[in-house]
């Protein structure tokens, strides 16, 4: 993952004003475990509209879709439901030969309430990008424990040894 891959994709999207929260790996970076990860994963609120912006901002950047998905199909609650049950598609992998060192994945099935987590987001700096809306560290945790990776679980060991 590039710093200024992940500087573009974060201006790209608050210039065309997306709605989403960061997670993963960068979130635990964000809250100050220091830890490699190769991807930037999003939250995207699924309203279509907000869909076609970010895809149009992603776009810009080079960034497209593994696979044949559009604002669309994320925003219709049916559509999504499919690529979940019968595809099991849990995110939606971006890819951008311009940044090939920085894929993106968008979660198609949400973790959480997009607007209450939205509402309780704790937004950081990152330098070259402004502002950044990171998921709040308790939902992070919980995000974590549901996933039950081993990475997971060691992220949350740390997360919880830096509150003390």
Avoid at 16 to 29: C, H, M
Avoid at 126 to 136: D, H, Y
């Amino acid at each position: 993952m590039k710093l200024t891959s992940v500087q573009a994709i974060i201006r790209a999207l608050d210039e065309a004003k997306v709605r989403f929260l960061v997670v993963g790996g960068l979130a635990v970076n964000a809250y100050g475990h220091h830890r490699f990860t190769r991807d930037v994963d999003v939250v995207l609120d699924l309203a279509r509209d907000n869909l076609e912006r970010a895809f149009a901002a992603l776009a810009d950047l080079g960034y497209r879709p593994s696979v044949p998905v559009t604002p669309a199909h994320l925003a219709s609650d049916a559509t999504r439901e499919v690529l979940i049950q019968e595809k099991g598609m849990r995110v939606l992998q971006f890819w951008s030969d311009r940044h090939r060192e920085t894929p993106i994945d968008a979660f198609v099935d949400l973790p959480f309430p997009f607007d209450e987590e939205y509402a309780r987001a704790t937004t950081l700096p990152l330098s070259g990008a402004g502002p950044v809306p990171f998921v709040a560290r308790p939902m992070l945790i919980r995000m974590k424990e549901a996933a039950g990776r081993p990475q997971d679980l060691l992220d949350i060991h740390h997360l919880k040894e830096l509150d003390g």
